[in-house]
């Protein structure tokens, strides 16, 4: 029921939406993280994420069944967050869920953007043209 991922490569938007997709669900939902080229006010040149990856991908599955525990409803939930440097508009992670209607697609989405980047072993680091600043999951 969910595929989740992590990689080093760059992620396929349209496979992990297509992942989402159930016949029994009248809505997917998506959040598509990138890379921004500004942060607290200071130019940001590049990202490095770096991971654990067996428990990154662990977390990120109990993350998903939490979710499912939340919303029974969700048919589908595909997970893909990238790990490495990544550039200035590099996608970082893409959440999708599918339900039946959209008020719980919306809301579970949300969920696990959220919790992820409270939960799973993601680090992220930010490198700007002066210096580098690893960055809290929620500044």
């Known amino acids: 029921m969910h595929h989740i991922d992590l990689t080093d490569q760059p992620i396929d938007v349209a496979a992990v939406l297509h992942a989402a997709e159930s016949d029994e669900a009248g809505a997917v939902n998506a959040f598509i993280g990138t890379v921004r080229n500004r942060s607290d006010g200071r130019r940001v040149v590049r990202l490095h994420y770096e ?23 969700l048919r589908q939930v595909a997970v893909t967050h990238r790990h490495g440097t990544l550039e200035i508009g590099d996608v970082a992670v893409v959440v999708a869920v599918s339900t039946p209607h959209r008020a719980d697609s919306f ?33």
């Open 51 to 73: 991971a654990y990856p067996p428990m990154a991908v662990h977390q990120l599955r109990r993350v998903a069944e939490m979710a499912q525990e939340k919303w029974p409803m």
């Open 107 to 139: 809301a579970a989405c949300q969920y696990i953007i959220d919790t992820l980047k409270e939960v799973v072993p993601i680090w992220k680091k930010e490198e700007y043209e002066d210096g580098t600043v690893w960055v809290s999951a929620h500044p």
